[in-house]
């Protein structure tokens, strides 16, 4: 899965002339927390609901509302926005796109083809996509099962699966703790008439099948 398959195309921007009032209100009026800058369809910087609030004073300080009030028609977003910017393309997987966030402690990522502004993916986006990936969403019972570290692992699974009238929905391999090692999972969700009969082959043919998560 792609960034260009979970982004928000065509984000709601603002350009730099604008004062910080009007980006402050776009923000509120629109439910988002970051607004890309652009020149054209050039992206140049990007200004956060953060980065906003920090651009004002504090209300327990001595100066007036009026004075608050001035100052936030007077700052240009221009002067608070970040240039450097970081960026994905609309071809990043979104595992990578889930690793640039959590690294850099971000919450979105502008989406760029060339210095062109296509869209915007966040956190929230890149939790759907696991959503999805991980099928929670579909029907379906979910079966977690310790694996050997064999690239037949997984067709020998869904061998068993459709030998009792079962079809795999969605699989995804993963790694747990456990005992102080790392063992290797794999996370299917499948389609069967009779899960216990299910699980008690699955066993039979050397899987450990893991309890529920109550």
């Given at each position: ?200 082959a699955l066993e039979e043919a050397g899987c450990l099948v893991l309890p529920p998560a109550l």
């Amino acid at each position: 899965m792609r960034v260009r398959d979970k982004m928000t195309p065509h984000p709601i921007t603002v350009t730099k002339e604008k004062s910080v009032r009007q980006a402050w209100r776009l923000i509120r009026e629109k439910g988002i927390r970051r607004l890309p800058v652009v020149e054209g369809k050039k992206l140049i910087g990007i200004v956060t609901d953060r980065d906003l609030r920090l651009a004002l004073p504090s209300p327990l300080q001595v100066e007036a509302i009026e004075e608050l009030l001035q100052r936030f028609d007077r700052l240009k977003v221009q002067d608070i926005m970040r240039k450097d910017v970081i960026v994905v393309s609309p071809e990043t997987p979104v595992e990578d796109a889930a690793w640039i966030l959590i690294s850099r402690k971000i919450g979105g990522l502008p989406v760029v083809s060339g210095e062109e502004l296509v869209g915007i993916i966040t956190e929230t986006d890149l939790l759907e996509a696991l959503v999805e990936v991980l099928g929670i969403w579909a029907t379906g019972s979910r079966v977690e099962l310790v694996v050997e570290e064999r690239p037949e692992a997984y067709n020998e699974v869904s061998r068993v699966v459709q030998e009792r009238g079962g079809k795999v929905l969605d699989a995804v391999a993963a790694r747990v703790a456990d005992q102080g090692r790392e063992r290797p999972v794999l996370i299917v969700r499948v389609k069967t008439p009779e899960l216990e009969e299910l699980i008690r082959a699955l066993e039979e043919a050397g899987c450990l099948v893991l309890p529920p998560a109550l």
